[in-house]
């Protein structure tokens, strides 16, 4: 009995040792978080992308996207919803903190992601799509580009089991819905509303989620660690060219350094600085809906500010030139949304100091153009010499200019020590005509 008791004494330790020994061997579950705050672009693209295949290599329990955007290009939202249903990790999409939003195309990001969330005084909708090329569409154009993007919504929100008939006002209708109307909405548009990530996560916990496939997932966040992904350095610096105002900088910059290279060949430094300002400001324009009419008004605006110069305009090619360069930069971005728009705070400063830069180096070149040669020929022309020795009419004396003594012939008797001026030169001899008087001459030795 006692061999008995002590066998099931010691399987009883083995087997509570078992349990502790495997439970700490269990690594605790990870959540990864990321965050976008500005323009859905393929660059804001690529990084969602990147964190949800960190985040399934390394079986995360949940990605955390925290959304703030007035909205983007749809290519890139489709990617980013690619991305999000092809996940083996379940994907929150948090728009917050207080006070933001995820317009237009952050509205469709919400839809498609696993559990969507926001915090609250937040607002999501107004998802109606506009053109992003500057060109105007026809009714029908505009009518068939709506009813595509509904159609794409309409089946996230039937595959998400979230309201259709919503998701359809907010394409179609451009309507928005605060937290509480996306939650209390039947069905409702979003999961649930929490204060921050944190809140988020604890709320999480336990709750057993649908996938896109339609397949059941219990999500365990309680004793998760958080990492967070943020963007490399060269998507950050990509992030930031596609800002409006930025693309706007580079486009003028850019501009004026070629410009200045073009009146003065070899500077190097404002052509190469100019070359690039303006690659970047391209890849900016990529991204961003521009305008073409606006490019178009710029450049010429730019025109009429060298013309200005060339041509007799009594200064109405340079009020037509400001006038351009400001509507044009007023047309270069082609979207309502305000976050969108360049703001006249830096269109006004901007134009004035551009027009400005242009007029004075034009002013500058044009002067060089027009001022006197200093040397050779045209440069010895009606400059003052003094005679060394008396010159009789038609014969030949010796006169000092430009620091050199000169043959020198006049027709008129020429006294020694007096200014005459140079009318011709004939090869090696200058003829020259009496001058008004001038500064004495420094003293003169001959041998």
């Known amino acids: 009995m006692r061999a008995s008791l002590r066998t099931i004494g010691a399987g009883v330790v083995l087997l509570t040792l078992s349990i502790v020994l495997g439970a700490q061997g269990q690594p605790a579950p ?61 994907v929150a999409v948090f728009v917050g903190p207080s006070g933001n939003r995820a317009a237009s195309a952050g509205f469709l990001i919400t839809m498609a992601a696993d559990i969507a969330a926001m915090a609250p005084a937040t607002h999501i909708g107004a998802a109606h799509p506009v053109a992003g090329n500057g060109e105007k569409i026809d009714d029908t154009m505009a009518k068939k580009m709506a009813s595509d993007v509904a159609a794409y919504a309409r089946t996230l929100a039937t595959q998400r089991k979230r309201n259709v008939s919503l998701v ?42 649908t996938r896109f496939d339609g397949a ?15 963007m490399t350095w060269q998507q950050l610096v990509l992030s930031a060219i596609a800002h409006p105002q930025v693309a706007y900088l580079l486009l003028t910059l850019g501009t004026l350094g070629l410009t200045i290279e073009l009146w003065s060949p070899g500077a190097i430094l404002p052509g190469v600085a100019g070359g690039i300002c ?8 990529q991204v961003l809906p521009v305008s073409y009419a606006g490019i178009l008004l710029i450049l010429f605006g730019l025109a009429l500010l060298v013309l200005e110069v060339k041509v007799t305009s009594f200064g109405l090619l340079a009020v037509g030139g400001i006038i351009s360069l400001f509507l044009g930069s007023m047309m270069l971005i082609d979207s309502p949304l305000p976050e969108l728009q360049i703001g006249l705070r830096l269109i006004v ?52 200019t430009h620091g050199e003594i000169w043959a020198a012939t006049a027709d008129e008797f020429i006294e020694a020590g007096s200014p005459v001026r140079v009318t011709a030169v004939d090869g090696l001899r200058l003829r020259v005509t009496a001058a008004a008087s001038a500064a004495a001459p420094e003293a003169v030795t001959r041998g």
Not at 183 to 203: E, F, G, Q, Y
Not at 278 to 285: R, Y
Request: glycine share 6%; net charge negative; hydrophobic share 50%.
């Open 30 to 90: 990870v959540i990864y978080t990321a965050e976008i705050d500005g323009i859905i672009h393929p660059v804001a693209a690529e990084y969602v992308r990147e964190v949800i295949a960190k985040a399934d290599a390394a079986s995360a329990a949940l990605v955390v996207l925290t959304l703030r955007t007035p909205g983007g290009l749809v290519d890139a939202t489709r990617d980013i919803n690619n991305a999000i249903i092809h996940a083996k990790t379940p």
């Open 168 to 209: 359809e006002q907010a394409v179609l209708e451009s309507r928005s819905f605060t937290e509480q109307e996306a939650l209390s909405a039947t069905p409702p548009l979003i999961d649930l509303i929490a204060n921050d990530v944190p809140d988020l996560i604890r709320k999480l916990d336990g709750r057993t989620i």
């Open 216 to 230: 059941r997932q219990t999500l365990h966040t309680a004793s998760a660690t958080t990492t967070n992904i943020a």
């Open 278 to 285: 303006l690659l970047l400001a391209f890849f900016a324009f």
């Open 349 to 400: 400063p901007v134009t004035l100091g551009l027009s400005f830069v242009l007029l004075f180096l034009v002013t500058l070149a044009v002067k060089t153009q027009r001022a006197r040669p200093v040397t050779g020929v045209s440069g010895m022309l009606d400059e003052v010499a003094y005679t060394i020795d008396p010159i009789e009419p038609g014969g030949l004396g010796h006169v000092r």
